[in-house]
């Protein structure tokens, strides 16, 4: 398979034409997805090669529009919708929490509902607090929902392709200041496991679980340790529900020291989850110091450029509380 | 700010401590982990390393004093700190239960820089618990490279590592689980609980027993390692001591009170015992305790633990003893018989090298004999030649000593009789006094 260098807006709207070339119940949905191209031009020109039947705006009501999604998905269709911003599901709980994941499970089994969510989530944009939010582990709580937060270009295709083959509801959560990131991605059609985590750097001191674009952070504070001996294994967590208990746990064994990396708000979030998985488990054993989550600070996303950068986890801040652990600081 | 210097707590039961030396005169410059001070308890002397780097100030305590454990002894100020008044101390340690308070480490991130907790429990990482629980080690009995004096898997490793290390002509042993081995023997009255010698075991008090008739309760306990008891890792005589009171907390757990019997390395550790467990204790009555002085005859005690058969094992229990027809070789093959195992002899030599380096008794019991307030009486053969009878008079205006004439190092063996008269009217006396 030929492999190339596209971003990752790109490779997700080459998963969307690939869904709808190969199989006619794919449609998209959404806010100025159509003309305009969508809020982050990932929709683009897909109108123009689709047409409005398959590629359709939706009214400014996301109760609505998720509704008329998750009603199309029970018919046969599998619908992509995508919120302009993913502070917006907030408007569309209903539809998502208790139509979406929940209809399989009330219907005994005899109906599902094939939807997929595009969620543009996180800061760092100067979108201030309503639009800033990440919002995936409000997701992560229900059962029913899958939850996935692509990192890399090749996984925003893989995942959502896995997404759409996927009988039920899936939330993707794509990071918007991933969207010009560059990457390689291979041609045609391949799905990326979900509920699979990978290991993105092999490393024996510390692992460092994170997503999206803190991934990023972390392996570049992981590089930056590496000069001074600090060899830090960072593991992207791909899937937020279900999550890969198997991949965190046996890393932690080995490194014995565990930091969660996330941009969501730090308390009852996704650092919470697998600190406490972790230490409900064997690897708990296997500790040499606290675990320690680096999240969002316990506040709105701030519009001043300096505050937003201050209130999500940073590289220099990896780097430093990764050193303080491996070191035996904490 | 400067950082507070202050007196560590280092031993499970300890409240206060003494200050035996300054490394660091006052105003003078002290690395983070240089020596700062040594402390003295009841079981230790150690050396405290300075929890920062600065120039000593504000020095209240000088050599010699005893301290509150928790108290603050001094500042530590940074280059260039302005030197004022003497600071209040931050969160003085509660009197009824104080802890160990070191400054917390300036390099950890603020909301991760938990404050120090206030508890007697063993700070110790999960993989460092996972270690010494499967190397058989006593977290107690180490000490902590981490933050805070956290205990690191390494740590254990390292401890570990040092046990292993072959001995001369040792063989290799493994611990074993299990509490301790305790054998009782019913009857009426205020039971005595019993702590055999080194290389000894429970069985070795029948001849007294015999001697005293059936009347009161008896509780032997067997020492880690001894008799029937399990083998364990020991560090250290508080190591020992704390196994030995949770083996007593156990067994006498149904009564009110009881008479506690030790002879040599039981006895110290029936002073050990005596000196927490006081209000349980009718009267404590000891047979050539060990812990009273450095000097011990080690030879023998190698001597004992090295033979592998009675011909090289009898001439080392013949000098446990005055008259050494008493040891004879049928003797000697029983008490092989008991020895045969050559990981308990392992396990023996190990524990001799921890209590017993250099031939020196490392521990020192005189502290906890001073404060007795236990109805005491000292038993010890006159011509003892493992330890020297002397160490007797260590003891305070209210303990009696008894010579026992015609006995060694073992008088309730060799002199049952007069031994068993003695500890009768010790008992009996102690039971009409506290009546």
Redesign the interface.
Known sequence: MTTREISYSEAIREAMAIALDSDPAVILMGEDIGTYGGAFQVTLDLIDRYGPERVMDTPISELGGAGVAVGAALTGLKPIFEFQFSDFAALAMEQIVNQAAKLRYMLGGEASVPVVFRMPAGSGTGAAAQHSQSLEAWFGHVPGLKVVQPSTPEDAKGLLLAALADPDPVLIFEHKLLYKMKGPVPEGAYTTPIGKARIARAGRDVTIVAGAIMLHRALEAAEKLAAEGIDAEVIDLRSIRPIDHETILASVRRTGRLMVVYEGVKSYGVGAEISAMVAESDAFDYLEAPILRLGGAEAPIPYNPDLERVAVPQTDGIEAAARSLVRGEV | MPVEVILPKVDMDMSHGTLSAWHVAEGELVRQGAALFDIETDKAAMEVESPATGYLHHVTAKEGDRIAVGAVIGWLYAEGEEVGPAPAAAAPAPAEEPAAKPAE?V???AE??APVAQTDKIRA??????AAREGGIALASLTG???RGRI???DVAQALAVYRQPAASVAEWSPQPGPLAVSTRGGEGVPLVMIHGFTADSQSWMPLEKAMGRARPLIRIDLPGHGKSPRRRIASFADLARMLVEAFDDATRAHDQVHLLGHSLGGALALAIADIRARKLTSLSLIAPAGLGPEVDAEALTGIIRASRAESLAPWLRRLTASPDTITDDYARAAMATRRDPELRAAQADMAQSLFADSTQCFDLRPALARLETPAAILWGREDRILPARHALAAGSECAIHRVEGAGHIPQYECPEPVARILARHLAGAEATAG
């Open positions: 480490t390099s950890a991130p991760i820089a990482t999960p993989a460092a618990r996972k490279s981490g933050p690191q898997g390494s």
